[in-house]
């Protein structure tokens, strides 16, 4: 049987983005189909398109909110318990991959047609993005989600 890091890359592989593969592998234990959890983390993958916070990253902290997330304004606690939660996940994963930002980790902007074309000539989208996903899926197991 896979493991969720396995399926994640798997999914990454047949074409969906990191975000998306990330919460794919989650979505179903707290509720989510994936046929929504796709469609919620679609435009999360490169850094939300512009290089910024890795969608790998995102995905988990989408996770992060299924579980800890509040759905009541004045729930002031849960929001508080799911902004520690979110911070905690952030930081492993800096610490994991040397920073939350997709440029930095590419070593290419990929926001621009040269820094993608670039990334993609050096198969980073095959090994560092792999990588990536891995990396969230492992540090949300490791966490308990």
Do not use: P
């Not at 969720?4 to 234990?29: H, K, M, P, T």
């Not at 679609?42 to 398109?49: K, P």
Request: hydrophobic residues 35%; contains cysteine.
């Amino acid at each position: 049987m896979n493991t969720r890091q396995d399926q994640a890359i798997e999914y990454f592989d047949s074409g969906f983005n990191c975000a998306q593969s990330v919460l794919s592998v989650f979505c179903e234990n707290y509720g989510l189909s994936k046929e929504m959890a796709r469609k919620i983390a679609c435009g999360l993958g490169g850094g939300c398109r512009s290089g910024e916070v890795c969608g790998a990253a995102s995905g988990a902290v989408i996770v992060v909110g299924l579980k800890y997330g509040h759905n009541q304004a004045d729930d002031v606690k849960s929001k508080k318990n799911c902004y520690a939660k979110t911070v905690e996940l952030l930081d492993a994963f800096r610490v994991e991959n040397r920073s939350v930002v997709c440029r930095d980790i590419l070593g290419f902007d990929i926001s621009t047609e040269e820094g993608s074309k670039q990334a993609q000539s050096r198969n980073l989208f095959k090994t560092v993005c792999f990588d990536m996903v891995k990396s969230a899926v492992s540090i949300l197991e490791n966490s308990g989600y």
